[in-house]
């Protein structure tokens, strides 16, 4: 067998490393995908049902099978802060109809920061891990995930107001069937 030289074994690592990123990055695209176009179409939809003229943020707030929502945060074509709700089915498909599209104005309702305020009412010292826009018990609402000690915990909410909806629900600490 003959000894390759330092130079070529260096070529054959960058290639091989290189090959592993492309695969990497291809299994990635695939998965993520279906969540794209999902979020892609929940775009569209609020891009015309609110005549939005620009984009700033969208959600997504899964909370069980009849609470699946892509929620576009953006300005409207009246130069209004707008959120809105595309509920989606469970095979991802949108909801069709009256109840497939919910178009909020921002002014006057709570905001993400008074939501992750209202967590320190009822979970005094608790980390908020996420907050984001969705829907408790057919309600818009912010949904709160926190942390306090070694818990972790869903508080809902009311998006208009900042009502309670729901909560706190502590989630098991293991998985475990025991």
Known sequence: MRNLGSGKWIAIIITVV??????????YVH???KPWSHEQEALEIAQKQANLT??????QSVWNDKSIYWVVQGQNNQQQEVMVWVKFNKDGTPVQ???GVHVEKTAGTINVQQAEQLVQTDLPGAEVVR???GSYNGKYAWQVFSKSGDHYYYVFYNFRDGT?????MELPNTLSGN
Do not use: D, E, W
């Open 54 to 59: 620009s984009l700033t943020r969208t959600y």
């Open 131 to 133: 907050a984001v826009p």
């Open 164 to 168: 309670k909806l729901g909560g706190p």
């Open 97 to 99: 109809g009256a109840n």
């Open 18 to 27: 290189g090959l592993i990123v492309l695969c990497v990055n291809q299994f």
């Open 31 to 33: 998965v993520m995908a």
